[in-house]
């Protein structure tokens, strides 16, 4: 065996096979979950993922670019709109993270969910989510180009696949940048308390 | 800092491609019982892995991507770390040996650059697919060499391609996509307990080796090539 692969893929092997005793209803743990990934910028500042360049197109139609909140904390995600159950959960999440801040915190937090599916959630169906769940000004939701829809999901640590009916597998993760846009904290599992989330975005809002 | 946005030629040179497919890739693991068989275009790959002299001339063109240069997001530390200069290779790297220490992000560029993209893990596997499993396994359990191998060391498999197995490791466009909790089903439930061949270690080692990949992973043997769509006539598109 190569000494480079030999742990990851036994790793990687006993992740699956430990899931799988806990029962097939249950996803495999993300290899993602709990990794540590850096919390403080470089000197160069290059930990930013506003350096991937994007082509958003909001509910309303605006082209912008995925550093639109840059300088605020941002609570970003990735769904689709015909998502039949996991994409309403990150939504409700991420509500319930934004009910959890008081002002000035709750002023200035911002939410960006950019969708898998370009093809199908349009500026139109994005506007009529908006609309469904009852999303304040502070949410943003946008499509990108399909090719720019990968670059953003590594970058987010996120991963997705399109399933031949067109429908998509993916894991839902709601990962907070800093005023920057580095990656701050993240919530691999939406079933999880929200409560570091929201302390951590209390703490970029004060200044921290 | 654009990723593939500058163009340097057409991606199609008849010596350096060859057109694999069409075909049907079967997953070891399918990921949902839609996905047994996988039906795959005809596309175009690179009949090589790249290697460092064409990654060089990238980088000397794309200087956002020199390893001194770079945003860690999209390359961790180990980007290009055994050149010896952010543009230069040094005398202990053969330009003809194939570039390994590139992030997935990096590969993604280089392709983009050239008008073509990364292989999806269907193309590739249905590439690799002309080779004995005896040949694979007899490489993996090879150390790895002091110095890697110029490319085209190995011979061209039923499709043409060379050095699918025996060089480096490759990224592919989906790399981190096969083994996915999904919305409504588990990769247990879908896949393990039904995998198609039990012993066909190969490509359960390529399927974890890929899937405990980060795209701003470098390693020391993982490299990459680049694919493109093809038409009806056989040009690229």
């Known amino acids: ?208 | 800092m654009g990723l593939g946005s500058a163009v340097l030629g057409l991606f199609a040179v008849a010596a350096s491609t060859v057109r694999v497919g069409p075909g049907v890739y079967r997953p070891l693991y399918p990921p949902s019982s839609a996905e047994r068989d996988i039906p795959v275009k005809a596309f175009l790959l690179d009949r090589l892995p790249i290697t460092d002299g064409d990654f060089l001339a990238f980088v000397r063109g794309h200087p956002e991507w020199r390893r001194d240069r770079v945003p860690r997001v999209f390359a961790d530390e180990g980007y290009l770390s055994h050149w010896d200069a952010p543009d230069a290779l040094g005398p202990a790297v053969d330009e003809r040996q194939p570039v390994v220490r590139v992030s997935w992000f990096a590969a993604k560029a280089y392709c983009g650059a050239r008008g073509a993209r990364l292989a999806t893990e269907a193309e590739w596997e249905l590439a690799a697919s002309g080779t004995s499993r005896a040949q694979i396994l007899s490489w993996y359990a090879r150390p790895d060499p002091a110095q890697l191998p110029r490319v085209g060391s190995t011979p061209a498999n039923r499709w043409g391609v060379q050095d699918l197995h025996g060089v480096v490791w490759e990224w592919v466009l989906d790399f981190d996509s096969s083994m996915i909790a999904a919305d409504v089903r588990g990769f247990c439930g879908a896949g393990a307990l039904e995998a198609i061949e039990k012993d066909d270690y190969p490509t359960f080692m390529r399927v974890a080796f890929r899937s405990s990949l980060r795209a701003d992973y470098t390693t020391h043997n993982l490299g990459f090539r680049c694919a493109a769509d093809i038409d009806e006539r056989g040009n690229a598109r």
Request: glycine residues 6%; hydrophobic residues 40%; proline residues 8%.
């Open chain 1, 1 to 208: 065996m190569r000494p480079l692969f030999g742990t990851t893929v036994l790793v990687t092997a006993l992740a699956l096979l430990s899931s799988c005793r806990s029962g097939s209803d249950q996803g495999a743990p993300s290899p993602m979950a709990g990794s540590p990934i850096a919390a403080t910028s470089s000197p160069r500042d290059d930990r930013s993922i506003y350096a991937l360049p994007m082509m958003l197109t909001d509910q309303d139609g605006a082209k912008v670019g995925l550093d639109v909140f840059r300088g605020k904390p941002v609570f970003i995600g990735m769904f689709y709109g015909r998502c039949p159950s996991a994409c309403p959960l990150l939504v409700s999440t991420i509500k319930a993270t934004l009910a959890e801040l008081a002002p000035p915190a709750a002023a200035e937090v911002r939410v960006l969910l950019v969708s898998f599916d370009p093809e199908h959630d349009t500026p139109e169906a994005l506007h009529s989510i908006v609309q469904q769940r009852g999303l304040d000004a502070r949410w943003k939701l946008a499509n990108a180009p399909e090719d720019q829809v990968r670059d953003l999901a590594e970058i987010l640590g996120i991963r997705y696949r399109r399933l031949p009916d067109g429908s998509f597998s993916h894991t839902s993760s709601i990962v907070l940048l800093d005023r920057s846009g580095a990656i701050d904290t993240r919530l691999d599992d939406v079933s999880q308390s929200v409560q570091p989330l929201a302390a951590r975005a209390r703490a970029i809002a004060a200044g921290e």
